[in-house]
């Protein structure tokens, strides 16, 4: 039997700090239903994404692929092909 090639996990979310070296805060919503009242709300989380060079600035909507454990933290890596900069509204 043949096995399929796992893909790594990957979210899409929105960078919020990158005050870090090599390290950008990406946020993550996520829809969850409540089981009794069937509403639907948002649940957040925050992961540390590697980012080498610092290319990305807050504000900018982000893939983040899952990858080897950089450091304590640190267990995702920035897609650097799926980067939408964010605009600063002036155009």
Known sequence: METKPLRPQSF???VVKTAMKDTATV???R???NAKYKKYFV????????DPG???????????VATR???KLKRFAIDSAKT?????GND
């Open 54 to 64: 610092n290319t990305v600035k807050v504000g900018d909507t982000v893939t983040i």
């Open 31 to 33: 829809y969850v239903k």
């Open 12 to 14: 899409v979310g929105v």
């Open 69 to 71: 454990p950089i450091s």
């Open 43 to 50: 649940r957040s989380k925050k992961y540390l994404a590697h």
């Open 27 to 29: 946020k993550v919503d």
């Open 84 to 88: 939408v900069s964010a605009g600063n």
